[in-house]
């Protein structure tokens, strides 16, 4: 199983000209937000970091991935800056960066807990 979704905090008309080369995409407007899911699972996973601050532009976004493989990616950008970068390949901790006091990622399954909770 693999859940792979982006919110950003921007009209749906903007977003979807952002992810406007991506398919398998899905959008859902969700209040100030819009969710975006990735049902490939595969076109957003791994980016850089500088990668996510440029889609992100002047609006916030949280980018949330993870797979059975405990493979897991975790990005939160606001106001241009990257608030928290967390990344697991292979049930090792790649990247862990920043203190984002709104999320409480700190491994795996944090990734998919949060999605649970904001992302369904």
């Known amino acids: ?3 792979c979704k982006v919110m950003i905090k921007a009209s749906l008309k903007k977003v979807k000209a952002r992810f406007r080369e991506y398919e398998d995409m899905e959008f859902e407007k969700r209040g100030d937000w ?5 049902f490939s699972g595969t076109q957003l996973f ?3 970091i500088s ?3 440029e889609l992100a532009g002047d609006d916030e976004l949280i980018y949330a991935y993870y797979d059975e493989d405990m493979n897991a990616e975790f990005i939160h ?3 241009g800056v990257c608030l928290r970068a967390y990344t ?3 049930g090792g901790v790649d990247t862990d960066e920043g203190e984002d006091t ?3 990622v700190r491994e795996w399954s944090d990734v998919g807990n949060y ?3 904001y992302m369904v």
């Not at 819009?34 to 990735?38: G, K, P, Q």
Request: proline share 0%.
């Open 88 to 90: 697991q390949y292979d």
């Open 1 to 3: 199983m693999t859940e």
């Open 102 to 104: 709104e999320t409480s």
């Open 46 to 48: 791994g980016w850089k």
């Open 115 to 117: 999605m649970d909770k």
């Open 34 to 38: 819009i969710l975006a899911e990735d």
């Open 51 to 53: 990668d996510w601050v």
């Open 77 to 79: 950008v606001r106001d």
